[in-house]
């Protein structure tokens, strides 16, 4: 005979097959990620950890979701109690990794723009910076991060074309060089674009952190009421009495 509640049951499954749609679609995501970076010919050596953490979230989740389908299908008390323990888990992880963020959060964009200070001038930074820094230039269309003035020689990634020129994004600048050269840059610089960029995966990061956590803790809900029920398949789950002590006395006839 089931010792679950069959609607508890169904409930659960919903909630366990929204957890693996959840685990597909960061495996996916993942696969798309580092199929689509290979193919433009980006260099991956600096998103393999955010790589790695896509592919384990959605292997874990996966497999989290069919030992709670296991458990709640066969009425297994293991595996529930495992599933509830993984919640626990998990739940305790996304709240360190979304509360520290969420305190933080005003402050970032002070903290960012304090870190990016120490790469000007960009001349006399690593290779790494100099590279991402033209990238940034050439695909945002912008020149330094908080002036052109952060370049002493001013790259060739920051000059406009005539057709900017005649919509008005560009300044007439002197070059930092012997000849002096005058030359037509993007008068927009790259620091807002880049902030905006870090807002919005930030904002992802604590949605999802946060999300994942009121998940993990009606997973937690959920997996408790399953045990507590195959414990004590006779014993109400939730007793809650409204009637006063002595209408209860009355209403409870005494057995003969």
Known sequence: ????????????????????????????????????M????????????????????????MMIALLGAYGAHKESKVALIMFLVFMVIGCLVMLII?????????????????TFRRFVPLDKSSEDVRNMAEVIQEKFHCCGLFSYKDWENIPDSC??????????????????????QRMSVYT????????????????????????????????????SIMIHQLYYPNRPTIVVSMMPPKYEELHNTPAY
Not at 6 to 31: E, P
Not at 165 to 179: I, S
């Open 1 to 36: 005979m089931a010792q679950i509640n069959i609607c508890l049951k169904h409930i659960f499954t919903v909630f366990n097959i929204f957890f693996m749609v959840v685990g597909g679609v960061a495996i996916a995501l993942a696969l798309w990620y580092q199929f689509f």
């Open 38 to 61: 290979d193919i433009r010919g980006y260099n991956l050596e600096g998103r393999s950890t955010q790589l790695f953490i896509l592919y384990m979230v959605g292997c874990i989740a």
């Open 98 to 114: 979304g509360i520290p963020a969420a305190i933080i959060h005003p402050q970032l964009k002070g903290i960012v723009e304090q």
């Open 159 to 180: 000059v406009c074309s005539q057709e900017e020129e005649k919509e008005g994004k560009c300044q007439t600048v002197e070059n930092n060089t012997f000849m002096l």
């Open 188 to 223: 927009k610089t790259c620091f807002p674009t880049i902030m905006d960029h870090i807002q919005f995966h930030y904002n992802i990061m604590l949605v999802v952190s946060f999300t994942l956590a009121v998940l993990a803790l009606l997973g937690m809900i959920l997996s």
